[in-house]
């Protein structure tokens, strides 16, 4: 493979914690400590990219010893049977790991905590420890538990504190829990978690954009039709509905993950890759979007089909619902780029298939020497099975002069076949560590996402005047019958109903 180029500015603008480390997992006893967390921490480990001689302690409510602790935290790492250097890995990831119980709205167990660092670590640096905070807690205890940190806790040297969303539930929860945290945390210790900015395939968008002047020149109202970003998962809520109706698909998906991608991908090229420059770049996109209109919204509930329960089949959802499961808005931003292009982001819910991409659909091409020509597409995959393909119209082979349209693909697995792709927290977790706060969401970048979602929900809600009741779809399905018309409101047009296929195309079946 040919060398590469370097990106100027990219990287840290805070002090990397280097050595006499340790890292607090708060609410270590719970889901998402388990199945992400502590796996991230391993393979960093594993990889001799966690930071010297550092020592990880989970915190939480629940009584256990250090053997049990042991249990729960390795339960999610995958090792196979053969791989007796992970097995052994495992075990030395253990001798590093040791568990604290105690309360979240009380000074007695972050002072329980901040003794045992300071008598089992930190009195054997030599000099003072640095220590990282992740929150791995529901949005409910936040608040306690940065105060109690920063009054019982607060290590003497580097000091960082990890949340993750939901950050409230609309402007006014938000600005209250920002105003509470800003009170302990100084922003340049506050880092954000929103996981898709993690991912691969949204970290490689810049790159993308701003490293090639083919997409550069065509990256504008000019060429570009519409856009969709899309989240779609194969299953329901699962048992986890009572959780869910409290959120709902805008607020757990939307607002944040999508939202996030949206300002990544529509932003304007920064002064540098430095995480101020890039930051600033991505709230000034989002201030030029208005909020969402509600007949820019098509809103839908999974209901029973194909032997799977319905949405208000869940025990735990209440009877009446009107949360929706599935959503399709359309946003648009009124700045000299992109105005009067539709942006559409999609999520839902037991859909027909699991996966996450954005679909950019170029304009018409002039008529005239060509009819019925498809229109170009740049896609790119998310996950799984990231790839970027463009979809492109060629002369097909032989002696008739038909058009015929092709991909140009890069799946990450064939054209990077040695490389391993990272979880998006092994990344997000590294960057904390390092002090690059890029791919960490700012206060004033969240609040200007949630003046863009806020009327909408508190009209979903019922706070002005009736609920509007979500269209029915089934288990299964792509979702509303009523989606197809709502894309082609917007001007898009369905390229092919064959489906992405590479690299061969049956020329007889033309």
């Given at each position: 493979m040919a060398a590469g180029g370097s990106v100027i500015g990219a990287g840290a603008t805070g002090k990397a914690m280097q050595d006499k480390t340790t890292i607090i997992v708060l609410g270590a006893s719970g889901d998402l400590a388990k199945k992400k967390t502590y796996p991230a921490l391993f393979k960093l480990?594993?990889?001799?990219?966690?930071?010297?001689?550092?020592?990880?302690?989970?915190?939480?409510?629940?009584?256990?010893?250090?053997?049990?602790?042991?249990?729960?935290i390795t339960s999610y790492i995958k090792i196979d049977d053969a791989d007796q250097d992970g097995k052994d890995a495992v075990e030395r990831f253990k001798k590093i790991t040791s568990y604290v119980d105690g309360a979240y709205d009380t000074p007695d167990g972050f002072q329980k905590l901040d003794k045992y660092i300071t008598d089992t670590f930190e009195s054997k640096f030599d000099g003072p420890g640095n220590r990282l905070f992740y929150?791995?807690?529901?949005p409910s205890v936040f608040i306690p538990v940065s105060q109690g940190l920063r009054k019982n806790?607060?290590?003497?040297?580097?000091?960082?504190?990890?949340?993750?969303?939901?950050?409230?539930?609309?402007?006014?929860?938000?600005?209250?829990?920002?105003?509470?945290?800003?009170?302990?945390?100084?922003?340049?210790?506050?880092?954000?978690?929103?996981?898709?900015?993690?991912?691969?395939?949204?970290?490689?968008m810049l790159v993308l954009r701003f490293a090639n002047i083919a997409l550069q020149s065509s990256w504008d109202k000019n060429s570009i039709s519409n856009v969709q970003i899309v989240f779609k998962e194969a299953i329901g809520t699962e048992g986890r509905g009572g959780y869910f109706d409290e959120f709902g698909i805008i607020r757990d998906i939307l607002q944040n993950h999508l939202l996030q991608v949206l300002s990544v991908l529509t932003m304007e090229r920064p002064v540098s890759f430095s995480p101020e420059d890039v930051r600033d770049e991505k709230v000034k996109v989002l201030r030029a979007i208005p909020p969402v209109e509600r007949a820019d919204a098509l809103l839908g509930q999974y209901v029973a089909a194909n032997g799977k329960p319905g949405y208000l089949d869940d025990d735990t959802v209440?009877?009446?619902?009107?949360?929706?499961?599935?959503?399709?808005?359309?946003?648009?931003?009124?700045?000299?780029?992109?105005?009067?292009?539709?942006f559409i982001l999609k999520a839902g819910k037991a859909l027909n298939e699991g996966k996450v991409e954005i679909r950019i659909q170029y304009k018409d091409v002039t008529?005239?020497?060509?009819?019925?020509?498809?229109?170009?597409?740049?896609?790119i995959r998310i996950q799984p099975n990231e790839a970027i393909y463009l979809k492109l119209n060629n002369k097909m082979p032989g002696l008739y002069t038909r058009t015929l349209p092709i991909e140009m693909d890069l799946t990450y697995k064939r054209r990077f076949a040695d490389s391993k792709i990272p979880e998006a927290y092994e990344s997000l977790i590294l960057d904390a560590l390092h002090g690059d706060a890029s791919n960490?969401?700012?206060?004033?970048?969240?609040?200007?996402?949630?003046?863009?979602?806020?009327?909408?929900?508190?009209?979903?809600e019922g706070k002005q005047g009736p609920s509007p009741r979500p269209v029915p779809y089934p288990y299964g399905s792509r979702g509303p019958k009523e989606l197809d018309a709502f894309n082609q409101k917007y001007g898009f047009k369905r390229v092919d109903n064959s489906g992405y296929s590479w690299p061969v195309t049956n020329l007889s079946q033309l």
């Open positions: 480990f594993r990889n001799d990219f966690l930071p010297k001689d550092v020592h990880i302690v989970g915190y939480a409510r629940t009584k256990m010893d250090d053997a049990e602790a042991h249990k729960r929150l791995a807690l529901p806790a607060y290590g003497k040297a580097i000091n960082r504190i990890v949340v993750e969303k939901p950050f409230g539930k609309d402007t006014e929860s938000f600005k209250e829990l920002a105003s509470a945290m800003q009170k302990e945390w100084a922003e340049e210790e506050t880092f954000r978690i929103d996981h898709y900015l993690g991912k691969e395939m949204v970290k490689n209440p009877h009446n619902s009107t949360c929706p499961t599935f959503a399709a808005l359309t946003l648009w931003i009124n700045n000299p780029r992109w105005e009067g292009v539709p008529q005239g020497i060509f009819k019925d020509i498809g229109r170009n597409e740049l896609v960490f969401v700012r206060d004033d970048e969240l609040e200007v996402a949630w003046k863009i979602f806020t009327p909408l929900l508190h009209w979903i």
